[in-house]
């Protein structure tokens, strides 16, 4: 079983920074995909950034955001700078075995608890 406890959320203002945190146990390996989504009020969940035999990010977050992994310690970070308050959403970490990142949540098997971004004008 694969379990995977987010933090870092909060509540920033627009232009700060924040990161987020995702651990993973169980048999999730270096060469599985990990990935971040997120999830708007009323919107559907998007995937953000993805690790995994390649790198993904939205076009949204360009630049601005960059998806980490320390296999050692089996954690993925998601570094978030210049927020703006379009990034507010419950974030999500999701992780599939096999290295392929993909874009829809369904090739996901295992996702975290989520972990609220707010960001103020």
């Known amino acids: 079983q694969v379990q995977l406890v987010e933090s870092g959320g909060g509540l920033v203002q627009a232009g700060e920074s924040l990161r987020l945190s995702c651990e993973a146990s169980?048999?999730?390996?270096?060469?599985?995909?990990m990935a971040w989504f997120r999830q708007a009020p009323g919107k559907e969940r998007e995937l953000v950034a993805g690790?995994?035999?390649?790198?993904y990010y939205a076009d949204s977050v360009k630049g601005r955001f960059t998806i980490s992994r320390d296999n050692a310690k089996n954690t993925v970070y998601l570094q978030m700078n210049s927020l703006k308050p379009e990034d507010t959403a419950v974030y999500y970490c999701?992780?599939?075995?096999?290295?392929?990142?993909?874009?829809?949540?369904?090739?996901?098997?295992?996702w975290g608890q989520g972990t609220q971004v707010t960001v103020s004008s």
């Open positions: 999701a992780a599939r075995q096999g290295g392929a990142v993909y874009s829809t949540r369904y090739q996901y098997n295992y």
């Open positions: 169980g048999r999730i390996f270096s060469r599985d995909a």
């Open positions: 690790s995994g035999y390649t790198t």
